[in-house]
């Protein structure tokens, strides 16, 4: 039996393009939970259950973590109770075989409101955000000379707002290593952009940049496919438009 009610979102884009910014806004107007790899992962270690303990087998070896692992991982997590009504995925599917993977779970393929949306933007706007972070090794705080900039600098340096440590580039914001990242996430990323593409469920948000215009873009592809009924945050209904099924 088709699920109407529950919606699927998937975030893709290369890194830096505020996936993590556009989860929290998503998460906050749809009332369905986040669910990120890493932190599925970090859970699991942290539990030390017979899924972490596997996952850590690779982890510290600085390898991936195989597909089935990360697979038995989402499994798990989508069977809680708070992910009834829907899920918004961040870092999975990373490549086609997940996307394959999801396409087959139990949880997904009975599901009309799916949305891969991609936040496509330029390679030059990539290497300028990450290249303009700073981060404080102290209290983990981030900021962006762009848009978050610190408000104390000490003979040329940046320094934390809220413990005063000076500020650092991470070796991944580092240019050169943002381009290596990019050239990894396109090798990965585009054959599943494809993947998605052919199944009727992928939607594309080109070279918006302002955070907010991006999240106008997504309720904008959301809402134009569903009715929802926002009055009970706690019990969003959804209706299919006449769009394909994806399974």
């Known amino acids: 039996m088709t699920n109407h009610k529950k919606l699927i979102i998937i975030l893709l884009g290369p890194p830096g393009a505020g996936k993590g ?18 932190d599925i992962l970090r859970d699991a270690i942290l539990k030390n259950s017979a899924l972490g303990k596997k996952a850590n087998f690779y982890m510290q070896k600085g ?14 997590r989508v069977d809680q109770p708070e992910c009834k009504n829907g899920v918004l995925f961040d870092g999975f599917p990373r490549n086609v075989r997940q996307a394959k993977m999801l396409q087959n779970m139990d949880y997904i393929k009975d599901c009309e409101n799916f949305f891969a949306i991609l936040i ?4 030059e706007e990539v290497i300028k955000r ?8 102290k209290c983990k705080s981030i900021y962006n000379l ?3 900039i610190p408000k104390r600098k000490v003979n040329g340096v940046y320094l934390c707002d809220y413990c005063g440590t000076e500020l650092i580039i991470r070796d991944d914001d580092k240019v050169e290593t943002v ?12 054959p599943m952009i494809d993947f998605f593409r052919n199944l009727s469920v992928l939607h594309i948000i080109e ?10 873009e997504i309720t904008k592809i959301i809402e134009e496919e569903l009715i929802y009924e926002p009055s ?11 769009r394909q099924k994806w399974s």
Request: net charge negative; aromatic share 8%; proline share 5%.
């Open 146 to 148: 762009i848009h978050k």
């Open 232 to 242: 009970d945050r706690h019990k969003l209904s959804f209706a299919s438009s006449e």
């Open 179 to 190: 381009k290596n990242r990019l050239k990894v996430y396109y090798d990965s990323a585009e």
């Open 63 to 76: 390898d991936l973590v195989p597909d089935n692992i990360i697979f038995d991982l989402i499994e798990n």
């Open 207 to 216: 070279d918006t940049v302002l955070q907010e215009d991006v999240f106008h």
């Open 120 to 123: 496509n933007i330029p390679d």
């Open 21 to 38: 910014t556009q989860a929290k806004l998503i998460e906050d107007r749809y009332n369905i939970p986040h669910i990120s790899t890493g």
């Open 130 to 137: 990450l290249s303009n972070r700073r981060y404080c090794p």
